[in-house]
């Protein structure tokens, strides 16, 4: 059984600062990995996908991937109130790249003003 | 910017009654999917499609599950006979030829079954 698992939280920090989400997943051979973001009663928003180790920046978001720890993680620089959501990591999970996504159970922010 | 559109926002049937979901995918996208999330857990997978066939599946989805492109735009999931454990938020995605597959989610259909 393929696993992603996370932190569920709740992590709290203040505005302006950088948060931090982790993410491990089982599955040696997963290729492609995602972040979502996902506000209460919404759908899931993707906000970053990586693929080869070491980091992808975005804007306020930096995306880490150690494939030999099978660690995936996103940080978050100057935090604002407006990132508060549940953010869910995802790995490819299927034999082709066009398959299946597996999600974790997510990591609840809260960003304090 | 384009986006994965779904109907209905919110769907309540009785149990045994036959529902269908739709989506409208992103239009040059290839790859379709259907996840759900029940309220409280994790988004599962349900079923993906590609070029007209189902190309895989997850054990929630049994043969009470269709998943049809009628069209050149539409995609739904049928539940045939729909049970009190369907209940969840149904969740369509698309995603395009290219290496990494980055799925793009729908707004969601809220399937309430009594």
């Known amino acids: 059984q393929k696993e992603v698992e996370q932190n569920s939280g709740p992590l709290s920090v203040p505005e302006g600062a950088i948060a931090s989400l982790n993410c491990t997943y089982s599955d040696r051979g997963s290729q492609s990995f995602f972040w979502y973001r996902q506000y209460s009663g919404k759908s899931p928003e993707l906000i970053m996908s990586?693929?080869?180790?070491g980091d992808k920046e975005d804007g306020r978001f930096t995306a880490q991937l150690n494939k030999a720890s099978q660690y995936v993680s996103l940080l978050i620089r100057d935090s604002q109130p407006s990132d508060s959501a549940t953010y869910l990591c995802?790995?490819?999970?299927?034999?082709?790249?066009?398959?299946?996504?597996?999600f974790g159970p997510g990591t609840s922010l809260s960003v304090i003003p | 910017e384009p986006e994965v559109t779904q109907t209905p926002s919110h769907q309540v049937t009785q149990m045994g009654q036959e529902v269908i979901l739709r989506c409208v995918p992103i239009s040059n996208h290839l790859y379709f999917y259907w996840y759900r999330q029940i309220l409280g857990q994790k988004v599962e997978f349900l079923v993906s499609f590609y070029n007209n066939e189902i190309s895989e599946k997850s054990e929630i989805f049994d043969d009470q599950f269709s998943v049809e492109r009628p069209d050149g735009s539409n995609f739904t999931l049928k539940i045939r006979s729909t049970k009190l454990e369907d209940s969840a938020m149904y969740f369509c995605?698309?995603?395009?030829?290219?290496?990494?597959?980055?799925?793009?989610f729908g707004p969601g259909t809220r399937l309430t079954v009594t």
């Open positions: 995605a698309s995603s395009a030829e290219g290496l990494v597959h980055e799925q793009y």
């Open positions: 995802a790995v490819n999970g299927g034999k082709t790249s066009y398959d299946k996504v597996i």
């Open positions: 990586i693929y080869s180790n």
